[in-house]
């Protein structure tokens, strides 16, 4: 297939003051579908600064100070599925799924699907509750510097006011335009806006709707739950242009200076979109003056072409490029469900202190209700995170990893999907940051007062320069502190000014 056929293209214009009619356009190669899709600023940027649709020069691409110096954001899983709450964000698949749990929960509950469908969950769908306002200050006082809702899950559902689709948001269910709502009310509260596509994974994603009766297969609605294909079918070239368009719409309209992907796009067919997606919004935050941030998972870019994110998991080691790392308050679900089994605050400021000294971020996703409040479970776990950074955040934002993220006895694996198989740290479990010449010791727990923290990595022999200073973040209480040739000891004080964890700012003096 040529790219002239790659990138022609049926439908509607995808700006919000776009004709009401669908206009036929065809367009003859990944240029000329960007510069009709609004890209006019392009023309500014010198043949240097232009980001091409290859990976030569997309590997060109720097990360931003800004995403390196955050360190902590909040995700959103907000959609159709929060209706129904239960099982998992995967609902709409399940329920198509004959004999699975959720399709027996849907069928006692709800009836056959071929009576009540996905779809009609929509008019239940109602965010009468929801201020983005609120959400957006909550975020700020949890410490987040970032935030990332999700704008179109597998569902299919847009969250935001598209001219692509009719089943969005804006139309329908609450008829608003959430993402737009949120990206103002976050840049109110002086946090970056970004937002997150799952569209890709709407191929397959109501493909167990196909094999029985169902309101899958009523042509009503094929352009909502369509195409509905086997996970194995090749992807279609006007699937993936449908892809391409409504991604470019999202940046058009909203302007996030993040862009988070899902996993799946990372299919070979997909790579010239891939490229061509990259190299359109790499340019646009050109144009804007703004650094951006790509997320994908797996494969779907070089290493340096892009910010690799790993699901629930994280590195076992410094990762000389910057990183993240998307994990959920709950073990179950994305979205929010019923009975959902959280996490613990010490939990994830362990890991946010780990993840940071392996240059790495959290984006740490939450699930609000489908009436638009946030459970209290999950606001109580975002201002805990919150107090602590309170105190600590200078060992936290605009850091860089040391010589070693840290030591002590707690082994963790790295990789994805490992959060229910994380260990618990101990008060011997020691990270490392760094500010400039300071350094930052993180204690992961907090010890008994008047008990002998031991840093071996800051020993006379190790080589690293003797401490000319030790301070405990939030406390004025002087620090009682030694230097041995195998260790740094330094004697907890009477007090912390914080849970969880303790952060000591140490200057070196180099030899």
């Not at 996905?118 to 509750?129: N, V």
């Not at 949890?142 to 692509?164: I, K, N, Q, S």
């Not at 076992?316 to 910057?322: E, F, K, T, V, Y």
């Amino acid at each position: 297939m040529s790219m002239e056929d790659m990138f022609t293209w049926t439908g509607r214009w995808p700006t919000l003051n776009a004709p009401k009619k669908p206009a036929m356009i065809k367009l003859r190669s990944p240029v000329a579908i960007f510069l009709a899709l609004g890209l006019t600023a392009i023309h500014s940027l010198t043949a240097q600064e232009i980001f091409r649709a290859d990976w030569a020069s997309l590997s060109r691409y720097k990360v931003p100070d800004w995403y390196r110096d955050a360190k902590f954001g909040i995700f959103i899983h907000w959609g159709v599925y929060s209706v129904p709450s239960f099982g998992s964000e995967w609902y709409p698949h399940e329920m198509y799924q004959k004999g699975s749990a959720i399709y027996q929960h849907h069928l006692q509950t709800y009836g056959p699907p071929s009576q009540f469908g996905y779809k009609d969950f929509i008019p239940l769908f109602r965010a009468e509750k929801f201020n983005a306002d609120q959400w957006a200050s909550l975020f700020r006082r949890a410490g987040a510097r970032y935030v990332v809702p999700v704008a179109e899950h597998h569902d299919g559902f847009a969250m935001y006011h598209t001219r692509l689709s009719p089943w969005n948001a804006y139309n329908m269910g609450p008829k608003r335009d959430v993402i737009g709502e949120l990206a103002a009310a976050v840049r109110r509260q002086h946090l970056v806006f970004g937002l997150s596509s799952h569209r890709i994974e709407h191929w397959f994603f109501l493909h167990g709707g196909r094999l029985f009766d169902s309101d899958v297969n009523d042509p009503r609605y094929e352009a909502f739950y369509g195409p509905a294909r086997d996970e194995k079918d090749s992807l279609s070239p006007e699937f993936m242009n449908d892809w391409l368009l409504r991604c470019v719409e999202l940046v058009n309209n909203y302007k996030p200076q993040l862009f988070w992907f899902d996993w799946w796009i990372e299919q070979p067919a997909m790579e010239p979109y891939r490229k061509s997606f990259a190299s359109f919004y790499y340019n646009q935050g050109l144009a804007w003056h703004q650094g951006v941030v790509l997320n994908y998972k797996n494969k779907s870019f070089p290493d340096s072409a892009a910010v690799l994110d790993l699901e629930r998991g994280k590195m076992a080691g410094i990762r000389p490029l910057p990183w993240q790392t998307d994990d959920a308050v709950g073990y179950q679900s994305w979205g929010y469900v019923q009975g959902e089994k959280y996490k613990s605050v010490q939990y994830i400021v362990d890991e946010l202190i780990d993840i940071v000294s392996k240059n790495g971020n959290l984006l740490l996703n939450i699930g609000p209700r489908s009436d638009g409040t946030i459970p209290p479970e999950q606001q109580q776990l975002l201002l805990g995170v919150g107090k602590w950074l309170a105190v600590n955040g200078r060992a936290i934002y605009g850091t860089r990893p040391w010589k070693v993220f840290g030591e002590g006895p707690t082994e963790n694996i790295g990789g994805s999907f490992i959060d229910s198989k994380v260990k618990g740290f101990t008060a011997q479990d020691i990270r490392f940051t760094t500010r400039g010449d300071t350094l930052f010791a993180i204690v992961l727990v907090l010890p008994l007062s008047g008990e002998s923290i031991r840093i071996s990595n800051l020993g006379a022999a190790a080589g690293n320069g003797s401490p000319v200073r030790v301070l405990l973040l939030g406390s004025a209480e002087k620090i009682s502190w030694s230097q041995e040739a195998g260790a740094l000891l330094i004697r907890a004080p009477r007090s912390f000014p914080s849970d969880h964890a303790a952060a000591f700012q140490i200057q070196l003096r180099q030899h």
